[in-house]
């Protein structure tokens, strides 16, 4: 029993790890948001747009 809880956090921070690292859905999430990103209508709400661009960023320099 106490062997289960302690491997909670341990657990959790693996499944942490495993989405953190999650390159080939973080590409795929990339292409998309450039694929949005083109479209003229994208910019219509530039606050929308500024986020999703950081987004886009973001998803960049973690695959790199």
Same mark, same amino acid.
Not at 40 to 58: Q, T
């Given at each position: $029993?106490?062997?289960?809880? &302690?491997? *909670? @956090?341990?657990?959790?921070?693996? &499944?942490?790890?495993? *989405? ?8 795929? $999430?990339?292409? $998309?948001?450039?694929r949005t990103s083109s479209? @003229?209508?994208?910019?219509d709400d530039p606050g929308i747009a500024k ?11 973690? *695959?790199?």
């Amino acid at each position: $029993q106490e062997l289960k809880r &302690s491997l *909670v @956090p341990i657990m959790a921070k693996i &499944s942490e790890l495993m *989405v953190r690292f999650d390159i080939d859905g973080k590409d795929e $999430q990339i292409v $998309q948001l450039e694929r949005t990103s083109s479209d @003229p209508s994208f910019w219509d709400d530039p606050g929308i747009a500024k986020r999703e661009m950081r987004v886009l960023a973001r998803l960049k320099e973690e *695959v790199s």
